[in-house]
Every structure is written in C-alpha cells, then in structure tokens.
Nanobody, 129 residues
C-alpha cells in the first residue's frame, strides 16, 4: 500500500519561494505518476501539476495559473517528488496534497480528483505579507 507524506509548507511573503516534497512509505512512488493538488478554504480541490515516470516518457504538466512559476521534479534515488514554487502569490494559499492513481500507473492522465487512490495528509502553504 502506497502511503504519501508531504512536507515543506509554511508561511512566506508574496514573491518568495517554497519547495514541497512528497515522500512515500509502504511502497515506492517511483512506479507512479505523482500529481500535486491544492485546496484553498471554501474552494474545491484543484490540480496543480503532474509528473510521470521515466517509462512514461512524457513531460510534466501544469495548470495554467502555475505555468512558469512552479516546477515539478522527482528524485528516483531518494524516492521523492518535489514541487518548486516561485514568485508565490496570496492566491496560492492552500493545503497542498500529492496523490497517485493506481490505474494510471506511470502516466499523467488528468486532474479528476475521484481518480486518485492514494493521498497524503497535505501541507499548508500560506502566502501573506
């Protein structure tokens, strides 16, 4: 059973950066595409970014509002997926989650929340002056 754990959240000022990490226990996340979601208070959970595996041979995907500011990467040796977030804005304030879809396996498919079987507990990101 894949268990995901996010870390790296915190309170930052607008324009600053954070790097979130998604680590696994119970299994390796190296076999799965990993998708980042976020959920702001009173809003639905939305997709942020997805990174497939080397076998999927695809490029990472990003939601439109994150393109150019967020970068997703993975370290196979450390069994970790990172989300580098630059030029953070107050509207980026949310709980950030990483997730995996058992059926999609290595591939990024879409950001349909109901598809995902494995979720972390989330990490809070607050952007405020």
């Amino acid at each position: 059973q894949l268990q995901l754990v996010e870390s790296g959240g915190g309170l930052v000022q607008p324009g600053e950066s954070l790097r979130l990490a998604c680590a696994a226990s119970g299994s390796t996340l190296n076999y799965y595409a990993i998708t980042w979601f976020r959920q702001a208070p009173g809003k639905e959970r939305e997709g942020v970014s997805c990174i497939g595996t080397r076998g999927a041979r695809g490029s990472p995907t990003y939601a439109d509002s994150m393109k150019g500011r967020f970068t997703v990467s993975r370290d196979y040796a450390e069994n970790v997926v990172y989300l580098q977030m630059n030029n953070l804005k107050p509207e980026d304030t949310a709980v950030y989650y990483c997730a995996a879809d058992r059926d999609a396996w290595e591939f990024c498919v879409d950001y349909e929340v109901s598809r995902f079987d494995f979720w972390g507990q989330g990490t809070q990101v607050t952007v405020s002056s």
